[in-house]
């Protein structure tokens, strides 16, 4: 059985907030999530002062009169300081950490930090500079695809690899970039395609509402399941509205978790469970009537009844024509030692 990583996306839903980080740390680990996952920028280096908002953030954010991304972002960086205390509160709370760096600064400060696993956001997958120094590193690489064709992922694929990072230590992530994303859009026979074109591990990133579509998707081959997380989907960011609460965080966590177990070896057989039942659920072969030892059954004398106990109705054909060893009452469960 294969466990799936499971990465609780705070991003940036902690506000600005230390506190706030904190106890999306704590849902995460209270939920038995793997990984709790921050975003790493500096507002400067992301966006210009022009770039607007995307129609989500502007819809998720219905009070907010700046329309600019640079505005809404600057009140979302996580200073250094910030990124060690939470990283001291995830040891304490038995998750790991993990941050998205979205610039080449960032990047360095995750590595200074000693981070073991890079996350490639759906924005940055055509970013040539940003890949390459991501792939130098070596390390275990989880990228998202949001918005991508296959060429994308195949350009990806390459400058990661020629940089210095094995194709066994990439996972790619299918994703849809809205948020919520809606169902029709999903298309997650997509994750599939990726796998079987490019032999790599993959994952799902999913925006939707709800917890259906991850969970599916770890039942068709998802390695790693991210998802959004928030303390309530009323607060104020261009992130909550996509995200599961804490309660509803726990039930995608342990729903994973059963399929995991489900999903079995794929070798159909009677398993410990059902085998008790067998004899209860199936038939035997049964006379009809009270029949006289030297009596040669005819399918006419055979009845097929609960339990499953006696000669499976299979073996009629093997019944048929064989002598009574014995007097038989009616409704008599046959076994092969009553034949001659």
């Keep these: 059985m294969s466990r799936t990583l499971i990465i609780a996306e705070a991003g940036v839903n902690h506000n600005g907030s230390t506190d706030l980080a904190r106890q999306l740390i704590d849902i995460a680990a209270d939920a038995g999530a793997d990984i709790v996952k921050f975003q790493t920028f500096k507002a400067e280096k992301l966006v210009s002062s022009s770039a607007r908002k995307a129609d989500y953030q502007v819809t998720n954010m219905p009070g907010e009169a700046d329309t600019s991304q640079f505005g809404m972002l600057k009140k979302l960086e996580l200073s250094p300081e910030q990124h060690r205390e939470l990283m001291a509160h995830c040891r304490t709370r038995n998750i790991r950490f993990l941050s998205t760096a979205f610039d080449l600064e960032s990047l360095a400060f995750l590595a200074g930090l000693g981070l073991e696993v890079f996350k490639i956001p759906s924005g940055e997958i055509t970013n040539l500079p940003y890949l390459r120094q991501i792939g130098r590193f070596g390390k275990q690489v989880i990228a998202s695809t949001?918005?991508?064709?296959?060429?994308?992922?195949?350009?990806?694929?390459?400058?990661?690899?020629?940089?210095?990072?094995?194709?066994?230590?990439?996972?790619?992530?299918?994703?849809?970039?809205?948020?919520?994303?809606?169902?029709?859009?999903?298309?997650?026979?997509?994750?599939?395609?990726?796998?079987?074109?490019?032999?790599?591990?993959?994952?799902y990133?999913?925006?939707?509402?709800?917890?259906?579509v991850p969970v599916a998707a770890v039942a068709l081959g998802a390695t790693v399941i991210e998802k959004h997380i928030t303390l309530d989907r009323s607060l104020e960011g261009p992130d909550h509205l996509a995200s599961l609460e804490p309660e509803e965080l726990r039930h995608m966590v342990r729903a994973i978790r059963h399929i995991e177990v489900a999903l079995g070896d794929g070798v159909k057989k009677p398993t410990p469970s059902e085998q008790k039942n067998m004899a209860v659920a199936r038939k035997s072969i049964h006379l009809g009537q009270a029949l006289p030892a030297g009596h040669v059954l005819t399918e006419a004398d055979l009845v097929m009844k609960r339990p499953g106990s006696g000669i499976s109705p299979m073996q009629m054909d093997r019944v048929i024509g064989r002598t009574l060893a014995v007097d038989a009452a009616s409704d008599h469960l046959l076994t092969w030692e009553d034949l001659q």
Excluded: W
């Design 205 to 212: 990133s999913d925006h939707t509402p709800g917890i259906e």
């Design 146 to 203: 949001g918005m991508a064709t296959m060429d994308d992922i195949e350009a990806m694929l390459a400058v990661l690899t020629s940089a210095g990072t094995p194709k066994e230590n990439i996972t790619v992530l299918h994703c849809n970039t809205d948020y919520p994303s809606p169902f029709q859009d999903v298309n997650l026979r997509a994750m599939q395609t990726i796998r079987d074109t490019f032999g790599v591990a993959v994952g």
